[in-house]
């Protein structure tokens, strides 16, 4: 049920259930007007009803209010979907990790510059791992030997990718 309907529904509630102790209340209020309202029983139960009327009243109001912000203010799919996106985004961290923990330091360098930058070239990723060029090339033909990357020609030089989404 969307947002919409949840509020509409506990408004028309709201409503219904204030009409209904109205009449209880005005029932209540009458009868400890014909009673002349000494302090005998009857007078005490009707001030006790008119007691619980007010809080009913405010619990009424309370559905009523929670109905309308339901209604106009409540944007609740935007929080599931950042909390579904957060947890997503810190099971992919937490296995990459685990993955980066069993490589040897310079794959862990490279791995992770072709991380946070997708498509890096192969120039400008040996400028920030600050490894050679045959030393850079062994580590990135190893690795797509085990179908870590992928080198996609990008003009004179080539682009690399992950293959899995860490």
Known sequence: MDSKKIGITLMVLAVMLFGMVYAFLDNASKASTQNN?????E????ASLIGWSNI??????S?????FYILFFNNDTHVLERIEKETK??????KFSIALSMLD???QKVISAIREQEGI???TLRIRTDMSKAKLSMVLSDFEKRDIIRRVPKGKTLAIYLKEKY
């Open 56 to 61: 009913a009243f405010g619990i009424i109001f």
């Open 63 to 67: 559905i009523l209010s929670l109905g």
């Open 43 to 46: 007078c005490q139960k009707a």
């Open 105 to 107: 330091p310079a794959e």
């Open 37 to 41: 309202c000494n302090p005998t029983k």
């Open 121 to 123: 070239t192969q120039s």
């Open 89 to 94: 985004e810190k099971a992919l961290s937490e």
